[in-house]
C-alpha cells in the first residue's frame, strides 16, 4: 500500500487507536512547544551552533542549549527534552484535569485552558473513546 510520500507505506493510525480505544482510554497529546521549552526550567531553549571542520558555524538542530539554575549554559537532546516536556503535560493532566499554561497554543485570556476534547470513536463494539489534551 503506498500513500502519501512516494515509496511509503501509510500507517494505520486510526486504525490501531479505534481497536486500542475497545479495551482502554487512548489519549492524543497535542506536542505544541514541548521541544522548545527546557522540561525543568520552562524557558524557551536554543537551537547549539558548532563551528565544522572549515570553522564555519552550523546549526545542531538536535542539540537545544538553556541557562540551568546555577548560571551555566546546559545542553539537552531535543528529543528527550520534549519526551520529558509529555511526560510533566500529561502528570498535570492527571491532576487538574488540564493543561498547563505554557504549553497550550493560545496564552490568552490569562488562567484559561482550551477544553478537554472528548470523542467517541466508533469501534467493533461502539464503546471506544479518545481523549485530546489539547
Known sequence: ??????GNMSIPNIRLKRLLSTQMRVYNLDEFRTSKLNYKTEEE?????????NKKVRKLHSVLTYKMENGQIGCINRDK????????????????????????????????NPSILM????????????????
Open 45 to 53: 531553549s536554543n537551537n547549539l551552533y558548532l563551528p565544522d571542520k
Open 1 to 6: 500500500m503506498k500513500c502519501g510520500h512516494t
Open 81 to 112: 527534552n520534549a519526551v520529558n516536556n509529555m511526560i510533566k503535560i500529561v502528570k498535570y493532566y492527571l491532576e487538574n484535569k488540564k493543561r498547563p499554561i505554557k504549553y497550550c497554543r493560545s496564552l490568552e485570556p490569562k488562567g484559561t
Open 119 to 134: 470523542d467517541t470513536i466508533s469501534s467493533t463494539n461502539g464503546e471506544g473513546q479518545v481523549v485530546s489534551i489539547s
